[in-house]
């Protein structure tokens, strides 16, 4: 019995054989695309895409940059009028190696070689880095509650219509949304009422009302960067209603608190805006989503060392102020008075309210010193003689 199952054998692998070489063809274009699917696979799983966390680097002015395109998928509305929008941000990743004393600014170099192009630079924002914190924090702390406590209103303020708007961007900080506290979770501490600084010792109760300061005003003592919300009425225009400005350098919130964009910038003798920006501008403050954050750069050289207000170009104070910007600033000043002075501004809409929020977040370091670093000299002084006349 036992033989004759080895005799068996060889024929039952003769046929196998016969059947492999009679249909060759087939055998091998399915192991083709069985080994192809399998390869696919593996690689997808090996690539698959990551939250970004390394921090960015110097952005380029005159790119577009990425922008994801529901950005523009805006659906229909009347001028002025908003539907809110079920939209949260995603929860931010903890920087655990967040340290207030240690964690430098980021070296914002927004500048390259040839003539320069007037565009509005947008590029997408990663929701974790929305609000950007270094050891700087502590010194414009200071200088924000000074200037807060010498000038009030001045500097923060918020209209009646746009009460709603500043409340929730308090509660996407801190409150309902809990950015701050999940972002930087070593300086941040939730309450049950809001939240505690644990560097400055400050408690926010964020739940009683009245608020026991402007919204505007609390969100400007927890962040580095000063805040406008413009919000749009029924001529179609976004205004200023609702800011927190006390770190510009050379404009005031109450020079343009309840202007319309166009006039904000035109009044501010922004370089080229009528001819290059405006349009763009509008139609992107229209489109713009909750989903859908963005990031742009700007930057500046500024002829002496203080970040709040920049006395060269004259006095924060006096009906002249409003006339006074870049243009009038102190002439033929020594290398080692200048200051380069770059923005980092996030723009993205509140998804109950409409506002749009601006961030802007002012990096200051002294000429003398961004020059040491390669490459920098030639491309800054290329960049600025490319400049225009305004």
């Not at 087939?26 to 690689?43: C, D, K, R, S």
């Not at 746009?162 to 996407?172: R, T």
């Not at 020079?255 to 009044?267: A, N």
């Not at 000043?333 to 977040?361: C, D, M, N, W, Y």
Request: charged content about 25%; hydrophobic content about 35%.
């Amino acid at each position: 019995m036992q033989s004759s199952k080895n005799e068996m054998i060889p024929e039952y692998v003769n046929r196998i054989t016969h059947w492999i070489f009679s249909n060759i063809k087939p055998v091998l274009y399915g192991g083709l695309l069985t080994a192809t699917v399998f390869w696919i696979l593996i690689t997808k799983l090996i690539h698959r895409e990551k939250p970004a966390r390394g921090r960015q680097s110097s952005p380029d002015l005159e790119k577009p940059g990425s922008r994801g395109s529901s950005i523009f998928k805006a659906p229909v509305r009347p001028p002025g009028v908003w539907f809110p929008s079920d939209f949260k941000r995603p929860a931010a990743q903890p920087l655990l190696a967040w340290d207030v004393h240690k964690t430098e600014p980021l070296p914002y170099r927004p500048f390259k070689y040839g003539p320069y192009h007037i565009t509005m630079g947008l590029r997408s924002l990663q929701w974790d880095d929305w609000i950007e914190l270094d050891n700087d924090y502590l010194k414009y702390h200071a200088d924000k509650a000074r200037r807060i406590a010498e000038r009030g209103e001045k500097c923060c303020r918020t209209a009646p219509e746009a009460m709603d708007g500043a409340i929730e961007l308090l509660e996407e900080l801190l409150a309902k949304c809990d950015y701050l506290p999940q972002r930087y979770p070593t300086l941040f501490h939730r309450t049950p009422t809001g939240i505690h600084n644990l560097a400055t010792s400050e408690t926010f109760n964020v739940c009683q009302r009245p608020l026991a300061e402007d919204p505007m005003t609390i969100c400007a003592r927890l962040v580095q960067d000063d805040l406008a919300i413009m919000f749009e009425r029924e001529d179609g225009q976004y205004y200023l209603l609702a800011g927190a400005i006390l770190l510009a350098g050379f404009w005031r919130l109450s020079d343009k608190f309840g202007m319309p964009l166009s006039e904000i910038h035109t009044s501010g003798d922004v370089p080229a805006f009528k001819q290059k920006l405006e349009k763009g501008m509008m139609n992107f403050f229209r489109r713009i989503q909750p989903n859908a954050p963005v990031l742009r750069n700007n930057y500046f050289l500024q002829v002496d060392d203080e970040l709040a207000w920049s006395s060269s170009i004259g006095p924060e104070d006096g009906e002249e102020t409003q006339a006074l910007g870049w243009a009038t600033a102190e002439k033929n000043k020594a290398i080692e008075s200048h200051h380069f002075r770059s923005e980092r501004q996030s723009l993205r809409r509140l998804p109950r309210s409409g506002g749009v929020v601006f961030t802007i977040r002012t990096y200051f370091e002294p000429v003398t010193k961004i020059i040491k670093e390669p490459g920098v000299p030639g491309r800054l002084a290329s960049a600025v003689r490319s400049w225009g006349e305004d």
